[in-house]
Each structure stands twice: as C-alpha cells, then as structure tokens.
C-alpha cells in the first residue's frame, strides 16, 4: 500500500475521523516538509535545554529507542550527546525526512519503520529507555491501542529501562478551553496551531504556515491522570510527570505534560 498521499483527505465530516491507522494518511509529504518550520529546531532546542539529556543520565540510560522520530529532532540531539540511538517512527515519509536532517549534521540515524502495536515484530533488541516524544501518543485513538503499544515499549525496555512520553496538556482544553501556546514544542513563529475542535474523544487541530498552507491533524484529547493510570496498569512500577521540563507546576500552566514511567520493581510498593 503506497502512502505518497498528495493531499490530506478526511471525507465529508471531518470530525467522524477517529482511526488511529488516518496518521498514515495525514502526515502526506507537503506537511513532513513543513514540520520543522513547526518544530523551529534552534528554539525547541533552546526551550528544553538538557532536559531530556539529563533525564537519562540521571537513570544511566546509554541505549535509547526514539519511537516517534518525527523528523528527527531528538534522536539528533540524543545521537549528539553521545547516546546511542535509534530511530523508528509508523511514517515513512517522516523517516525519510530524519534521515535527510541527521546526513545533514553528518549523523546517520538506524532507522526501522514499525507500528507501535507491533513494535517488537520489527525490533528485537532490548533498550536502557525508550522516548515517545512530540505529542505523538496522541494518534492512538483506541484504548486497545494505547495499551498494545504501552505493553510493547514495557517489553522491549530491560529490567531497569524507563519509558519517557509526553502529551499536551488537554485537561486544560477539555475543561477550560484554553487555546495552547508554542513556547516550548511548536515554536516556529511563522505557524499557528490552533483547535478547530475539541470533545472528548476528539482533538482537531488546524496548522496554519506563512505560505499560506493550512493542515490538519485528528488526534485523542488524552488526559494526565488517565494516561498515568494507563502506564501503571500495563506494569510501570513509578511515574513521575512534569510540565513543561519542571517538577512542579501550576495544572493550568504547562503547555505539555512529560511522563517518566520506570520499570523497575519496587518491592514496598511505593508509587
């Protein structure tokens, strides 16, 4: 099945379009092409500093897979800081655009296209921490979904291993409407990102660039607590959540929310 889709195309009612299989369809050329004017790498890269650096040093992290390399912004930065990487990602196009970014830098990123929910069929290696970054769990629109690739990041990880995931902040859209902000992940000054609708189980957000392109993407409105309990119940021992790369927060604050899930047991049950 060839995925080169040339426009997106969501039929008659957008918002009927609930299928975790439609990013296949929704990252078409013209918007992998576009996103890195959406990422801003030198800005996104200021916003977050070390963060993600320090987060798996701190856990002795070395062998690191990035599940959702996008076009290729962390598995970039991880591979510059001495960790040893690699990359998959559902998006062909995507991959193809990471690689292209990382010959740039004179990286040549280990790249695997895998779904999520067959990771291991693809990947048969063990890692020290797995990274789902860029708001991208969000694509899973079914529950089985989301706890099939919870399950396969869990089996993959060693005994030790930590899963890092982040996710908007979308209590704050679900409850109070609140329109996100760019400062940390989407900071391209020249692109808006807005919602062109929200229920709960529906997220549809515009991405409006300074050529005048417009796209747009179907995505889960996933909230922290459910996505805490969720790692939990698939055999994560700890999760500690931050906002926006800090342990502490206001909840109506952090534009993103990142999860820190570790495997490893912890016999007095401490959570």
């Given at each position: 099945m060839s995925h080169a889709h040339v426009k997106q195309d969501y039929g008659e009612n957008p918002l009927a379009?609930?299928?975790?299989?439609?990013?296949?369809?929704?990252?078409?050329?013209?918007?992998?092409?576009?996103?890195?004017?959406?990422?801003?790498?030198?800005?996104?890269?200021?916003s977050e500093g070390e963060f993600f650096i320090q987060l798996l040093k701190e856990h002795g992290a070395r062998k690191v897979l990035d599940v959702a390399t996008g076009t290729g912004f962390h598995s970039v930065r991880l591979h510059e800081a001495g960790f040893e990487v690699s990359s998959a990602d559902g998006s062909p196009e995507m991959l193809a655009k990471a690689f292209e970014n990382a010959n740039q830098r004179d990286i040549i990123l280990r790249t695997v296209q895998a779904d999520w929910r067959w990771l291991?069929?693809?990947?048969?290696d063990l890692y020290d921490a797995v990274i789902c970054l860029g708001n991208s769990f969000t694509h899973l629109h079914e529950e089985?979904?989301?706890?099939?690739?919870?399950?396969?990041?869990?089996?993959?990880?060693?005994?030790?291993?930590?899963?890092?995931?982040?996710?908007?902040?979308y209590d704050a859209l679900l409850d109070h409407q609140v329109e996100p902000g760019h400062n940390f992940y989407?900071?391209?000054?020249?692109?808006?990102?807005?919602?062109?609708?929200?229920?709960?189980?529906?997220?549809?957000?515009?991405?409006?660039?300074?050529?005048?392109?417009?796209?747009?993407?179907?995505?889960?409105?996933?909230?922290k607590n459910y996505v805490r309990d969720l790692l939990h119940e698939v055999?994560?021992?700890r999760v500690t959540t931050y906002?926006?790369?800090?342990?502490?927060?206001?909840?109506?604050?952090?534009?993103?929310?990142?999860?820190?899930?570790?495997?490893m047991y912890i016999e007095d049950g401490a959570q």
């Open positions: 379009v609930r299928d975790t299989n439609q990013y296949q369809a929704e990252y078409i050329t013209s918007f992998v092409d576009k996103w890195d004017e959406l990422i801003d790498w030198d800005r996104r890269s200021e291991n069929r693809d990947i048969h089985n979904d989301r706890r099939k690739a919870l399950a396969e990041f869990y089996a993959t990880l060693r005994h030790d291993g930590i899963l890092i995931i982040d996710q908007r902040n989407y900071c391209g000054e020249s692109v808006r990102a807005t919602p062109d609708h929200v229920d709960d189980s529906l997220a549809r957000f515009r991405y409006e660039f300074s050529g005048g392109e417009t796209y747009h993407l179907n995505m889960f409105p996933l909230r055999g994560f021992q906002g926006d790369f800090q342990e502490t927060y206001k909840e109506s604050e952090p534009d993103f929310f990142i999860h820190v899930a570790e495997k």
